[in-house]
Structure formats: C-alpha cells, structure tokens
C-alpha cells in the first residue's frame, strides 16, 4: 500500500509534541498495518506499516527517503546502514516498529544543506566508488568508523569496514577517504555516537 | 515474509508472561538471526515480543574476579569493554572476528547463543532438514556440504555451530543464567548445547518463555593471555572453517591446565577434552601440542567434501596453542 499523504517525503512536517504517541508504547499492534512515529534525521514521521514491514522498506517505500540502499536484504552487504541511536545498524534487519522512540540517521542527514560532510567530501575527492550503489552505507560507516576510533591504519580500516560490500571493489579509494578525514581535524566533526 | 503482530516490553516479568503464556509469541531482540528467519519463512510467529528495553544488557564485575554479562549486552559492547579485553581476550577477539561492525551493534550475546545454524539446506524450507522438520532428512549429507561438521555429527543432523564467541565462553565454563515462567536457573555451558543425535531440532535447553538474563564468566587469572584464532575463507566478515579458544596455565615449561574450545568444525562449541587431557602435565612445545590435536580430531568423521577440515582444525590449534604459550614465555615461541 502507499502511505496516506502525510506520510511521505524529506519534507514531512514535523509531528507537534501534544499530536505525538499514537498509542501507549506497550500496546500490541498488527499485524495489519498501524501508524507508528519515526524520527528520521531529526525529523519525526508518522507512517503507516504492518510490524513487519524493516525500516529499510519503511524509508525508502513509506517516506520516499531513498538514499539508503537495498542490496541483499539479510544483512550481508552493508548497503542499507543507517544509524539508529549513533550506532551503525543495518537497516534490512531492523523492524521499522521497533525504531519507534529512537533516533534514526540516514546518508541525507550526514550534509548541512548543500555542504558536503568531510566524508562525502573525501569520497568525491578520492574517487570512492564507480556505481554508487553501495555509498551511502559505506558513507554511513565509515563516518561511524571515525568515531568508533578505528583508524589506526589501513588494516584495522578494511577489517572495520568489512560490513560494507563494494561489487565494485572501490576499496583502496574508500580507505584513501577515510584516512582524508582521519588525517584532518574536520573529521570527528559529526560523529557516528 | 509472513504477518506478525508485534509487542514492546520493557521488564523481565513482563516479556516472560508474554512469551510464556502465548505458545505462537517469540522474543526479538538484535533481530540480526530472528528477523533473517522471518523473512525466509523459517520462523513463523504470531507475534513478536521486542525485549530490547529489557534492563540486562549491563557488565558487572562479579565479587570473584569473574565477570556477568546481561543476555542482551551488544556484541560490540562486550568486545569493546575494558574488563573483558583485559581479563578475557579470547572472549573480545572471538566477538570481533564474528560478523561485521553493524551486526555485532544489533546482536545481543543472548542471542548468539540462540542463533541458528547457517546450513544452507536448514534455511532452504524446499530442502530436506531435520532440524526443521524432524524426520524430513538430512540434504545436506550428500549435498554441498564444505563448510558443515566433523566433530558431533549424526546421520541426522552435520551442521556446524556458527557462534565465535559460544566457543570462547565454553572455554571458560561460563555459566548461563535463565529465567521462566518456572523461575530462574542456571545451565553450565557445555550443557547448553546438545548434540544432535536423532533429535536435531532439539538446539538448547531453553523451554518456551524462557529468557537469556547473563552469562557469567568465572574468574581465570590464566585467561588474561588467551586467543582466539579464527581460520576463513576470506579475512573478514565470514564464518570460520576452524577455529580455536586457547587458555593455558603453564609453570615452568609444563602445561598446569589448559581450556580449548574448538569452532567451525563442529554441531555445536566444541569443548575439546581429549586435547586439553593430551596438554595437562606435558611440555609447551610444539610436538605436544600436534599430539593433542591430533588426540581431539582422531574421531572426526569427513563428509566428502570436507574432510580438509581435519587437518585444518589440528593445523589452527597447533598454532592457537604456540601463541599462547609464547605469551607465556615457553618454548611455543621457538
């Protein structure tokens, strides 16, 4: 089904505070679909969904919020993290309903307005991918990385990123980035926690 | 996937009563296995208990020495923190090599011991699988079987236990703590895996409604030099096709007592016994430490196409061992 108008869009309006809990927090819901509230890049959405609809589908087919990617859906490309309370998750395994009440970050809430975060910077600047496809989750991590202090060198990066699958095997570029940002103060500016 | 309806609790009591009391409710909490499942049709719930607020998730010192870790603490949260790396490196090396970054911050250690295997015939519900339909069969006894068992098989059921860490915590008799709607107890690790048997689907001890709260580690002054030796088929983010936990005690050359647990090679954490009674009162040199591999794997049995597996798990014992005791400063190191 498509979300109800409210629903959809980066540009949602923000839920007034009196308007907000839709339902004690405890009540059980589904499995037919109910409204549910997502704060997304500091943005709180009310969404239709059944429980269980992941917050990967939730993003990108009930909010249009699309930059995060759907690669494999069972956790083992990386393509699809986002952030839920600073910690870098993978979103395909994440039950949209069980984000309720949590912060949830996504590659659109990395830039401030049309300034780049240093990460995105440091892809465009290293050349850090060929198809794009799996970049907003590697952005997603390795802007995590920095603050997970896991940087040392180029080793304990690849290990740090190895959640991030690159079919185009942009590796040596996407740690040529990161060590851009960790190697500039500017780095630990927006940080994963 | 299939429809569920879906709960958040946020006490012990509550998720007990609430899983206990419906037979089609499952808990959730890192959802890194549960929600895989769900998706492939393999768990098949009515509904869904969310126990992520539950207050377990802590570490604590424990007046021993020893250390309790909640059933919900994070994967990444147990490696990272001080008293494990220091006190249990086996057990923070053993966690940061399972998984990636992102799954090891959702998966809970109540949870990995929970996990299901990765045998592909398993997840594959048009295959035949024992495990999760008794006496369906076994597809992968004659299938593509590279990456499944040789130690604790039988005719019924070959797939390997996937946890790292389940292999490092048997090594150090951790001890799980449950509760129920019976009430609470506990289970020694070794104990909390069975083999398979003729009663594969039969994984772990825990009775419907029942919830992971700790693991409680003992104290084990030796375990401050432990490893945890992983061998893959890629470096990083993969199961392993052997591995090794080392805890040895050694005075003056000689091996005092050693904890070995063995993974990638067996149905379930594999407590390698036959080694550790090979290793007590001998030398720490290397031609003991072949002798006590070769001692644990004499009984394995090959399944065709991983057979090479046999000689792998001796091959990264052998070398867990010598780095161990090279910490040690005995000959393991010439």
Not at chain 2, 189 to 214: Q, V
Request: hydrophobic letters at 40%; charged letters at 25%.
């Amino acid at each position: 089904m498509r979300p109800r108008a409210h629903q959809t869009g980066t540009v949602a309006p923000s839920i007034p505070e009196q308007a907000r809990g839709v339902r004690p927090r405890d009540a059980e819901i589904g499995p037919e679909a109910t409204d549910i509230e997502l704060t997304v890049n500091g943005t709180t959405h009310r969404v239709r969904v059944e429980p269980r609809v992941s917050l990967l589908d939730a993003l990108r087919e009930r909010l249009d919020i699309t930059g995060t990617k759907k690669g494999c859906n069972q956790g083992a490309c990386g393509a699809c993290t986002v952030w839920v309370d600073g910690r870098r998750v993978v979103s395909c395994l994440t039950l949209a309903v069980a984000c309720e009440g949590r912060e949830i970050t996504t590659v659109e809430g990395l830039a401030d307005g049309d300034r780049l975060h240093p990460m995105q910077r440091a892809f465009v600047d290293n050349d850090a991918f060929q198809c794009g496809y799996c970049t907003p989750g590697q952005l997603m991590s390795a802007v995590a990385l920095m603050a997970e202090g896991h940087t040392c060198d180029d080793a304990e990066i690849a290990e740090w990123m190895s959640g991030n699958i690159c079919r185009c095997a942009a590796y040596p570029n996407i740690r040529s980035a990161i060590r851009q940002v960790r190697d500039t103060a500017e780095g630990t500016r927006k940080g994963g926690r | 996937m299939r429809s569920f309806a879906y709960k958040r609790v946020s006490d012990v009591a509550t998720a007990i009563a609430e899983v206990g009391g419906d037979p089609g409710s499952e808990f959730l909490a890192g959802g890194t296995t549960e929600v895989d499942m769900l998706r492939i049709r393999v768990a098949r719930p009515r509904r869904v208990v969310d126990i992520n607020d539950l207050p377990i998730a802590a570490i604590e010192d424990l007046s021993d020495g020893g250390l309790r870790l909640g059933g919900l603490a994070r994967m990444s949260d147990v490696a990272a923190h001080p008293a494990v790396r220091e006190r249990y490196p086996v057990v923070s090396e053993a966690l940061e090599k399972g998984a990636s970054a992102q799954l090891r911050n959702m998966a809970t250690l109540g949870g990995n011991l929970m996990q299901k295997v990765r045998c592909s015939y398993f997840r594959d519900v048009d295959q035949a699988c024992n495990k999760r339909e008794p006496g369906s069969g076994c597809a992968a006894m004659n299938g593509f079987n590279r990456t499944h068992a040789v130690l604790g098989t039988s005719e019924h059921c070959i797939a390997t236990h996937p946890s790292d860490v389940a292999v490092a915590l048997t090594a150090l008799d951790a001890i799980v703590h449950i509760q129920g709607p019976e009430g609470a107890r506990t289970v020694a690790f070794d104990d909390f895996f069975p083999l398979p048997g003729n009663t594969p689907d039969r994984e772990h001890p825990i009775a419907h409604g029942e919830l992971i709260t700790a693991i409680e580690v003992p104290a084990n002054p030796a375990a401050r030099t432990s490893h945890y030796l992983k061998v893959r088929d890629r470096e990083s983010y993969e199961f392993a096709l052997a591995s090794a936990a080392v805890v040895l005690r050694v005075e003056r050359g000689i091996i005092a007592e050693a904890r070995i647990g063995l993974g990638g090679v067996a149905t379930k954490p594999w407590r390698a016994r036959q080694a550790e009674a090979a290793l007590t009162g001998a030398p720490a040199l290397r031609a003991a430490f072949e002798d006590a591999a070769a001692a644990e794997l004499a009984d394995a049995v090959p399944q065709g196409m991983n057979s090479f597996k046999i000689t792998l798990a001796q091959r990264t014992l052998v070398r867990a061992l010598e780095t161990v005791a090279s910490a040690h400063g005995g000959e393991g190191n010439a």
